[in-house]
């Protein structure tokens, strides 16, 4: 059974860092792309950041660019997402996902149950 | 970005057929996805690339359409559909997802 576990979110004060992890279990991670897509409070989802299998290539969204890195580690089974700079409208749930694929294109096939974050003074 | 644009919210009986739409600003070939978010879970995929039921998803639940204009039809809605159902595109750069359809099961 395919299971994603996010952890790390809290309460964190603007301008401060955070570090979510997401433990994958129940398939071989190094063979699937992963993702982190939010959901502000009573909010639509919204893409964040994917990573390539091997990490080499990583996407983000423009309003994260320069202040949120996506990272993997295959051996640990783990996605991490080091947020910086946080900024009141960072503030939402974090879900961790599996990106499935074919020649086409990529779709979230799994999701985590998603941990908050919220950035307030 | 493409923006996909949904209906708000739909309210059925159960036993009908519910159709949600999702109109996109530009083409996304076939690349479009639906999932279905309950209160208080994080999503799962219906359908993936228009038309490709997940597995383990009823057959109750089906996809079509390519280009701009998209269809996830419910038939029959049963109470347990009660959720909001999310439309989601990957031919474009950056992925984006529709606001939401709120279904409510009268």
């Known amino acids: 059974e395919v299971q994603l576990v996010e952890s790390g979110g809290g309460l964190v004060q603007p301008g401060r860092s955070l570090k979510l992890s997401c433990a994958a279990s129940?398939?071989?991670?190094?063979?699937?792309?992963m993702a982190w897509v939010c959901q502000a409070p009573t909010k639509g989802l919204e893409w964040v950041a994917s990573?390539?299998?091997?990490?080499?290539?990583?996407y983000y969204r423009d309003s994260v660019k320069g202040r949120f890195t996506i990272s993997r580690d295959n051996a640990k089974n783990t996605l991490y997402l080091q947020m910086d700079s946080l900024r009141s409208e960072d503030t939402a749930t974090y879900y961790c996902?599996?990106?499935?694929?074919?020649?086409?294109?990529?779709?979230?096939?799994?999701w985590g149950q998603g941990t908050l974050v919220t950035v307030s003074s | 970005d493409t923006v996909l644009t949904q209906s708000p919210a739909l309210a059925v009986s159960p036993g009908e057929r519910v159709t949600i739409s999702c109109r996109a600003s530009?083409?996304?070939?076939?690349?479009m996805h639906w999932y279905q978010q309950k209160p208080g879970q994080q999503p799962t995929l219906l359908i993936y690339?228009?038309?490709n039921l997940e597995s383990g998803v009823p057959a109750r639940f089906s996809g079509s359409g390519s280009g701009t204009d998209f269809t996830l039809t419910i038939d029959p809605v049963e109470a347990d559909d009660t959720a909001t159902y999310y439309c989601?595109?990957?031919?474009?750069?950056?992925?984006?997802f529709g606001s939401g359809t709120k279904l409510e099961i009268k």
């Open positions: 129940g398939f071989t991670f190094s063979n699937y792309g």
């Open positions: 690339l228009a038309s």
């Open positions: 989601q595109q990957s031919w474009n750069d950056p992925f984006t």
């Open positions: 990573i390539s299998t091997g990490g080499g290539n990583t």
């Open positions: 530009e083409s996304v070939s076939t690349l």
């Open positions: 996902a599996r990106l499935d694929n074919n020649y086409r294109g990529y779709w979230f096939a799994y």
